[in-house]
């Protein structure tokens, strides 16, 4: 039987049932003691400081917060703003007691088709963020996201790509890498991957595939209604060294955001056991 004490539930799984208010409370009701917060959501609810604190009487931790990055910009003044906004949340970030900030790279900008440098770009941002985020004591986990997700999203789509980028910005632990079961699954290297990341993953979130997917970022399916080897991967990443919260992030726009939210939770809390 899996500790339940490692399970948090990404507030995105009931992002359109519950503002994060009810999110907190409601998992908080059914024993969950983790949560990812995203930001627009924690912006509706109130300052970072007063999210805090309704974590805090709930006695929920954050596992995650959403999300930090899109550095590819171009244009140099655009891309300051970014830096800019990147400062922000990680600032954020501390004040909430998040263990990891959630970086998505970013996709190609309008008009490019130049990925090399896309990514050298996102790179250059991180090898300014990295230092204040030391400073701050923040992690800011890379998170590879599905190829096909390369364009519009973040031109990062690889295990080993990340932990190529750790080693090439050679930062301590306020860098680290998000392993999410959902973009990675398919990779024939990533056993070894994960193996090679070790002490690197910031975070872990499980999820499935379904195998008729009618959407590449909103229809994710719930643990054991798809195709992935949950447990197989939990595995690689718990003999890695991880040790963190099982985070649930399931995007359903379809399904899942269209049920009642306690039904939600406690369908995850028992997927939890069978398919994690």
């Known amino acids: 039987m899996l500790d339940e004490d490692l399970l948090s539930i990404n507030q995105v799984t009931t992002r359109d049932q519950w503002s994060l208010k009810q999110a907190v409370e409601g998992y908080s009701r059914q024993g969950i003691h983790g949560t990812a917060v995203w930001r627009d959501k924690m912006m509706e609810f109130g300052s970072p400081k007063n999210t805090r604190q309704l974590l805090k009487e709930n006695g929920i931790s954050v596992s995650g917060f959403c999300i930090g990055g899109l550095l590819t910009s171009f244009d140099e003044a655009t891309f300051q703003k970014d830096l800019d906004e990147n400062r922000r949340i990680m600032e954020e970030a501390a004040i909430i007691e998040s263990q990891a900030l959630i970086f998505i790279?970013?996709?190609?900008?309008?008009?490019?088709?130049?990925?090399?440098?896309?990514?050298?770009?996102?790179?250059?941002?991180?090898?300014?963020?990295?230092?204040?985020?030391?400073?701050?004591?923040?992690?800011?986990?890379?998170?590879p996201l599905h190829p096909m997700l390369a364009a519009n999203r973040s031109v990062l789509t690889t295990m080993k790509e990340a932990n190529d980028w750790c080693d090439q910005l050679g930062a301590g632990p306020e860098l680290g890498i998000a392993v999410d079961v959902y973009h990675v699954w398919w990779d024939p290297m990533l056993e070894s991957e994960i193996k090679r990341a070790g002490s690197r993953i910031a975070a872990f979130h499980v999820?499935?595939?379904?195998?008729?997917?009618?959407?590449?970022?909103l229809d994710r399916g719930m643990m054991g209604d798809g195709v992935i080897d949950i447990p197989k991967i939990r595995k690689w990443v718990e003999s890695a060294g991880f040790n963190g919260y099982r985070e649930v992030e399931i995007l359903s726009q379809n399904n899942w955001w269209k049920k009642p939210p306690e039904e939600v939770v406690k369908v995850v809390k028992e997927r939890y056991q069978k398919f994690v």
């Not at 999820?207 to 970022?217: S, V």
């Open 105 to 143: 790279a970013g996709g190609l900008p309008k008009g490019s088709k130049d990925i090399a440098s896309a990514r050298t770009r996102v790179l250059e941002g991180l090898s300014i963020l990295l230092p204040e985020a030391k400073k701050a004591g923040v992690t800011i986990a890379i998170e």
């Open 207 to 217: 999820n499935d595939w379904l195998d008729d997917t009618k959407d590449l970022r």
